[in-house]
Antibody, heavy 122, light 110 residues
Framework: EVQLVESGGGLVQPGGSLRLSCAAS????????MSWVRQAPGKGLEWVANIKRDGSEKNYVDSVRGRFTIARDNAKKSLYLQMNSLRADDTAVYYC???????????????WGQGTPVTVSS | QSALTQPASVSGSPGQSITISCTGTSSDVGGYNYVSWYQQHPGKAPKLMIYDVSDRPSGISSRFSGSKSGSTASLTISGLQAEDEADYYC??????????FGGGTKLTVL
């Protein structure tokens, strides 16, 4: 059974940093692109970042590029999101998701974790 | 890039069929057959219901079906059941090599 378990969320002040983690099990982690998707309170879903199977390629939504860094450790079957210079509009539940790819591009997400909440407020 | 356009809410009675639309542009929905639909119950993670416009993952009921015409995709749920009450989101691959989502549709089973 595919399982994705996020951790690391919490309350942080504007301008602060936070590192999210996602522990994967039930599938060959190193064979899949992985992604972070977020959902602001009462709002819709927003793709945040992707990372290739070996970590050699990373993509970001414009609003987080330069502030967030996606990373992975295939030996530990873990995905990470380092979030710096956090802003109030980064407040959201952050989901780890397994990506589905075709011709080397991410097209959808087939399994999701339960999410970890991040609140940016003073 | 703007989110895909979905109706804010739809409703139906048990046993009826409903359809949720998802409108984009030629740069996303209209340009690729990579439209997906996700179901999300309150406080829960999204669940993939339809992928590649009309395919169902293993274990998803045949009551759920998807289609596309031009830049508008649709999710149809037939034989509506109480447990179908949830939020539904569409998504599409885009020409910018990203995935965008719709704003979400709240389905109420009357």
């Amino acid at each position: 059974e595919v399982q994705l378990v996020e951790s690391g969320g919490g309350l942080v002040q504007p301008g602060g940093s936070l590192r999210l983690s996602c522990a994967a099990s039930g599938f060959i982690f190193s064979s899949y692109w992985m992604s972070w998707v977020r959902q602001a309170p009462g709002k819709g879903l927003e793709w945040v970042a992707n990372i290739k199977r070996d970590g050699s390629e990373k993509n970001y939504v414009d609003s987080v590029r330069g502030r967030f860094t996606i990373a992975r450790d295939n030996a530990k079957k873990s995905l990470y999101l380092q979030m710096n210079s956090l802003r109030a509009d980064d407040t959201a539940v952050y989901y780890c998701a397994r990506a589905v790819t075709t011709f080397g591009v991410v097209i959808q997400f087939d399994f999701w974790g339960q999410g970890t909440p991040v609140t940016v407020s003073s | 890039q703007s989110a895909l356009t979905q109706p804010a809410s739809v409703s139906g009675s048990p046993g009826q069929s409903i359809t949720i639309s998802c409108t984009g542009t030629s740069s996303d929905v209209g340009g690729y057959n990579y439209v997906s639909w996700y179901q999300q119950h309150p406080g829960k993670a999204p669940k993939l219901m339809i992928y590649d416009v009309s395919d169902r993952p293993s274990g998803i009921s045949s009551r759920f079906s998807g289609s596309k015409s031009g830049s508008t995709a649709s999710l149809t749920i037939s034989g509506l059941q109480a447990e179908d009450e949830a939020d539904y989101y569409c998504s599409s691959y885009t020409s910018s090599n990203t995935v965008i989502f719709g704003g979400g549709t709240k389905l109420t089973v009357l």
